[in-house]
Structure formats: C-alpha cells, structure tokens
C-alpha cells in the first residue's frame, strides 16, 4: 500500500494581527480523500509534533468533518520530521495554510526528509503556502529542489488579494523564482497544479485535490 505523508505547520499565529492561524484542513482532508479512494495510507508530520494548529474548517464541509472524525487520534500527537525514515512514503504532501510561511522554511529535518523521499524515487507535493516548506529543500547534488521546475503557488496577487501581503515574512512566489523556479498560475483562487519530474505544486485552496491526482498518477 502506498503512502502518503502529509506535513503541516506547527505555527498557530498570524504575525501582528492578534489573528489565529494554522494549517489549512480542508489542503489536507480533500486531498486525502483521493488517496484514501486510490488504496493509499495516510500519515502526519509537523514541525514541533503534537497537535498542530488548525484553520479554514468550515461547517458546511462534510469532507472535513469526516476527515477530522477519522484522523483525531494522529493529529492530536503528531511526529517530528527528525523521527521519521523516508523509506516509509511514496510521497510528502506540504500542506497550506498561513502559518506555513513562518516554520517551513526553517524546518531542516523536514527539508532532509523531503529531499530523501525525492532522491529515492518518491514525489515532493506543496499546495498553497505549503510551497514555503519547498525553498529550503535541497538535492544531493546542493542544487535547490524546484530549480528549473515548474512550480505553482499562492501568487503576489493572491495574497495582496487577502490582505496579508505585509504581514507574511516574505512573497512566497518571489521566493521560489529566486530559488530558480519556472513559477506558473492561473487567475486568481482558481484551481491550478502542475508536475514536473515528481514534484507537484498547486496554487491554492481549490487546488489540493488536483495535486493529490497528479501525485499518484506521478508515481503510476
């Protein structure tokens, strides 16, 4: 059975503005699904372990709920990435959500795991602002993972959309293009993923399931 692994912020606070963040559930619970449906396991890391902060669940979303139901016991203890052997996944799937922005980077067992699931045949998989656990990932070779990769992320102008642009610690898509990053996407908040040689990055929100098809069909 293939697995999944899916990473997620520990970071529970939205800079300055007294907001709560997290990691965004619905990037986790409908992307799961579409593994779940294609006979795959799931699991959970997170960059402190424990239980990770969570945001955007939403009361009309059964998806999430059923997903939230049927996983309460994993993501109240969550592992740290120091933990975790990379021969285990056939994939890692970065998680979205604000709180991304502030961790990811800095997380460098995350990044090493990531960067072994990839060098021994295995997908590395962002959606959102998971891109975020992205810059920081390095191949054997010491070139940047997404370096002369197609990648998608949230955009400059999805985020000057929010109003966030002047709280996050950096542009996320201006960051990945400095990493050498072929950076696509759509309109805004429009579902958009893209794949290039097993790693798969989609825009937003309305991407994750998207990015889920496109993992398995990567390693198929």
């Known amino acids: 059975m293939p697995k999944v692994l899916f990473a997620l912020t520990s970071h529970g ?15 986790v619970a409908h992307p799961a699904e579409v ?12 960059v402190t372990g424990g239980k990770p902060p969570r945001d955007g ?10 997903f939230l139901t049927a996983h309460e016991e994993q993501l109240a203890s969550t ?14 799937y970065y998680a979205g959500g604000h709180g991304a922005m502030w ?4 997380d460098g067992a995350l990044a090493k795991l990531a960067a072994a699931i990839y060098e021994h045949g295995g997908v590395v998989a962002a959606v959102c602002h998971g891109p975020a656990g992205l810059v920081s990932i390095v191949r ?4 940047p993972l ?22 996050v610690p950096f542009a996320l898509e201006s ?7 072929k950076f696509s996407k759509t309109s805004n908040f429009s579902e958009y993923a893209v794949a290039d040689t097993r790693l798969v990055t989609g825009q937003n929100p309305a991407s994750a399931a998207r990015v889920a098809e496109l993992v398995i069909a990567e390693l198929s």
Not at 57 to 65: G, L, R
Not at 103 to 106: I, Y
Not at 175 to 181: R, V
Request: proline residues 3%; negative net charge; glycine residues 10%.
């Open 103 to 106: 961790d990811f980077p800095h």
């Open 79 to 92: 592992p740290t990435a120091g933990s975790l052997q990379a021969a285990d996944y056939d994939a890692i």
């Open 35 to 46: 593994f779940r449906a294609h006979g795959w396991d799931i699991a959970f890391v997170s």
């Open 57 to 66: 669940v939403k009361d009309d979303d059964t998806v999430t709920a059923d």
């Open 146 to 167: 997404v370096e002369g990769k197609q990648v998608a992320a949230f955009t400059n102008e999805e985020e000057e959309a929010v109003g966030l642009t002047d709280v």
């Open 175 to 181: 960051a990945l293009i400095e990493k050498g990053a």
């Open 13 to 27: 606070q939205l800079g300055d503005t007294g907001r709560n963040t997290g990691f965004y559930v619905p990037e």
């Open 140 to 143: 054997a070779d010491g070139t």
